[in-house]
């Protein structure tokens, strides 16, 4: 059974910084693409960073790239996101994802390229 679990989230002040984590379970956690999207209210949920199976390959979305680092630990099955100079308008629940790579080996942007979810997790910026 996989288990995607984030984990991290919270309050916090504009310009300041929180980094999520994500635990997957039940999965070759080195042959999964890893992905981070967020939903805010009224909004679909969209795509904020991805990387590669070997940690090489990262893609992010405009609003983020400078701000926002994904990186993973292949021997602990956790997938990061380290989130710095943080804005009122990334206030969203960020969900992390998870799908086996095909070859050849591409960073995946989309939702429906994904296949396993975590119940996301609350991030909250003040202005």
């Known amino acids: 059974q996989v288990q995607v679990l984030e984990s991290g989230g919270g309050l916090v002040q504009a310009g300041g910084s929180l980094r999520l984590s994500c635990a997957a379970s039940?999965?070759?956690?080195?042959?999964?693409?890893m992905g981070w999207f967020r939903q805010a209210p009224g909004k679909e949920r969209a795509f904020v960073a991805g990387?590669?199976?070997?940690?090489?390959?990262?893609l992010y979305a405009d609003s983020v790239k400078g701000r926002f680092t994904i990186s993973r630990d292949n021997a602990n099955n956790t997938v990061y996101l380290q989130m710095n100079s943080l804005r009122p308008d990334d206030t969203a629940v960020y969900y992390c994802?998870?799908?086996?790579?095909?070859?050849?080996?591409?960073?995946?942007?989309?939702?429906?390229?994904?296949?396993?979810w975590g119940q996301g997790s609350q991030v909250t910026v003040s202005s």
């Open positions: 039940g999965l070759t956690f080195s042959s999964n693409v």
């Open positions: 990387i590669s199976p070997s940690g090489r390959s990262t």
């Open positions: 994802a998870a799908t086996y790579s095909s070859i050849p080996v591409r960073v995946r942007t989309t939702v429906r390229e994904y296949t396993n």
